[in-house]
């Protein structure tokens, strides 16, 4: 049974590009959630998707945006990288009711 | 603002002794998960902790919650090398899986 999957495992790319990652979540999993992980610090909550739609969305500028398509997978989008946008995303899958959030590998995004 | 807060940041411990991670957090929560993360790795769960009072256990670690006073510990028993890590807090915040994590202890082990 395959866990969370993400891809790509790492990227760099510099200022003011655009990009995208990729998260399948695990097996009969049907929630999306998506955390920044800066070097040194605990991961912080992006957005959350559930049934194709935005749940929730923490303190991240509009510039990230996301998706979840019918077979539950999930993008991030990120425009006008920032230097400060360098960190460690990850994705996290769950059923919702209190059963713990599935972490993917992660993506590590430098931006020169 | 849900704040999550762990102590100590850092700890270095020698094999053998046993010591306590706390975690606390600002506002009403019954939900509070206990991770792993090793150098340059993912996030592995370790506990689920769902109601006050909750205890668990898994080798030499376990996890409760107080939701009253609003903490957690993470106590370790006789520590051993490969519990080297680092751990983290997190409080699912308005039991939604939106998770707030606390600032995470950095663990090392000696011999």
């Known amino acids: 049974d395959a866990g969370v999957t993400q891809s790509p495992t790492h990227l760099i790319k510099t200022r003011g590009q655009q990009v995208t990652l990729r998260c399948s979540p695990k097996?009969?999993?049907?929630?999306v959630s998506w955390y920044q992980q800066a070097l040194g610090q605990g991961p912080q909550f992006i957005f959350q998707?559930?049934?194709?739609?935005?749940?929730q969305r923490g303190n991240f500028p509009d510039r990230f945006s996301g998706h979840q398509f019918p077979n539950y997978s999930s993008e991030l989008n990120v425009n006008a990288l920032l230097l400060g946008d360098s960190a460690l995303y990850l994705c996290?899958?769950?059923?919702?009711?209190?059963?713990?959030?599935?972490f993917g590998d992660g993506t590590r995004l430098s931006i020169l | 603002e849900l704040k999550v807060e762990q102590n100590p940041l850092f700890l270095s411990m020698q094999e053998g002794k046993n010591y306590t991670i706390y975690c606390n957090y600002s506002?009403?929560?019954?939900?509070l998960y206990w991770y792993r993360q090793d150098p340059g790795k993912s996030l592995e769960s370790l506990f689920v902790?769902?109601?006050?009072?909750a205890v668990k256990q898994e080798g030499r670690l376990m996890a409760s919650l107080d939701t009253k006073a609003r903490l957690s510990t993470l106590h370790i028993t006789a520590a051993v090398h490969d519990l080297s890590a680092t751990y983290f807090c997190?409080?699912?915040?308005?039991?939604?899986?939106?998770?707030?994590f606390g600032t995470g202890t950095r663990l090392q082990v000696f011999p």
């Open positions: 996290a899958s769950s059923l919702t009711g209190g059963q713990p959030q599935h």
């Open positions: 097996s009969g999993h049907d929630t």
């Open positions: 998707y559930y049934e194709e739609e935005e749940r």
């Open positions: 506002t009403t929560s019954d939900r």
């Open positions: 902790l769902l109601s006050n009072g």
């Open positions: 997190a409080v699912d915040l308005g039991n939604t899986d939106k998770l707030i």
